[in-house]
């Protein structure tokens, strides 16, 4: 299937401090999705992108999609304890939707 | 209101063994997803209904998964003869759209252990 690379695999920061993440494929998407998953839940969505260059904010979180439409980031600003999770991007062809393999955020108080 | 959920959170069974995993969507939604996460890894796609309709099973690692959504609401994902590599947390999405699904909500998954 489809690889999408993420990277960093895991960041260990402090509180306050900004996050960025990104997520590379060798694939064209038509959308890019961000998702945060915590221990023993499924995935929640956290920002949906449409179109390149789309850059878009749910909070103190903004995503990208990339001109090329084969890589997207999501940074985190000001970062606070609750942040902590792995982070997923998902880019959709056809009718699926491909994972990459996570960024793993820890937030030291 | 009530979000996706998934029955049993937890199973373990013993190589060889038949396993039915439950996935209740929300209320009215259109599309139903099934994923594959394996320890460490970004869900897999497994197979697609919309209704009733099972639109893509291109997912399922062999002929011993088989799922069904026969009313187009609740849906079961069967393993027939389960394998170690079967161990995984099993994840189901709904969505509310009949089109391209982009809106997801996933339920908390099922953890199954082959042993």
């Known amino acids: 299937g489809q690889q999408l690379n993420q990277s960093p695999q895991s960041m260990f920061i402090q509180e306050g401090e900004d996050v960025s993440m990104n997520c590379t494929s060798s694939?064209?998407?038509?959308?890019w999705l961000w998702y945060k998953q915590e221990p023993g839940e499924g995935p929640v969505l956290l920002i949906a992108?449409?179109?390149?260059?789309e850059l878009t904010s749910n909070g103190r979180l903004t995503a990208q999609f990339g001109i090329t439409r084969k890589d997207s980031f999501l940074n985190i600003s000001a970062s606070i304890p609750s942040d902590v999770g792995i982070y997923f991007c998902?880019?959709?062809?056809?009718?699926?939707?491909?994972f990459g393999t996570g960024t793993s955020l820890t937030v030291i108080p | 209101g009530a979000g996706v959920s998934q029955s049993p959170r937890y199973k373990v069974a013993k190589r060889g063994q038949d396993v039915a995993l439950r996935c209740d969507p929300i209320?009215?939604?259109?599309?139903l997803f099934w994923y594959q996460q394996a320890l460490g890894q970004g869900p897999e796609f497994l197979t697609y209904?919309?209704?009733?309709?099972?639109?893509?099973k291109s997912g399922l690692p062999s002929d011993r998964f088989f799922a069904e959504r026969p009313e187009g609401s609740v849906s079961t994902l069967k393993i027939q003869r389960t394998q170690q590599e079967d161990s995984a947390v099993y994840l189901c999405?709904?969505?509310?759209?009949?089109?391209?699904?982009?809106?997801?909500?996933f339920g908390p998954g099922t953890r199954l252990t082959v042993t």
């Open positions: 999405a709904s969505s509310l759209a009949g089109a391209v699904p982009y809106e997801q909500y």
């Open positions: 209904f919309q209704n009733e309709a099972q639109l893509d």
């Open positions: 998902a880019g959709l062809a056809g009718n699926q939707f491909y």
């Open positions: 209320s009215g939604h259109v599309s």
């Open positions: 992108l449409y179109k390149a260059g």
């Open positions: 694939s064209i998407f038509n959308t």
